[in-house]
């Protein structure tokens, strides 16, 4: 069994910045990357920020130069740093870890950015 679990979700002004988390579990094989997705009302799934077995990163026009993701190999961890938040960013984010042939997905965690 394969599980993801987010973190680090809350409510910050304008401006401010926020580190999430997602704790991998469970055997996984043939990985071809993990990212951060997000939902906010009105709109559909959007692909934040994602990282390939082999370190190559890619992010949203939206977010370039305010997020960064990355990952902690020994804790199995993945972690997005957000900072320069703006109201368009609240969402609820959704950790996924992708391969050939399957996908996994967290709970996802809350995030608003508020004055």
């Known amino acids: 069994q394969v599980q993801l679990v987010e973190s680090g979700g809350g409510l910050v002004q304008p401006g401010g910045s926020l580190r999430l988390s997602c704790a991998v579990s469970g055997g996984i094989f043939s990985i071809y990357g993990m990212g951060w997705y997000r939902r906010a009302p009105g709109t559909g799934r959007e692909l934040v920020a994602s990282?390939?077995?082999?370190?190559?990163?890619n992010y949203a026009d939206s977010v370039k130069g305010r997020f960064t993701i990355s990952r902690d190999n020994s804790k199995n961890t993945l972690y997005l740093q957000m900072n320069s938040l703006k109201p368009e960013d609240t969402a609820v984010y959704y950790c996924?870890?992708?391969?050939?042939?399957?996908?996994?997905w967290g709970q996802g965690t809350q995030v608003t950015v508020s004055s």
């Open positions: 990282i390939t077995r082999g370190d190559s990163t």
């Open positions: 996924n870890l992708f391969g050939s042939d399957y996908s996994y």
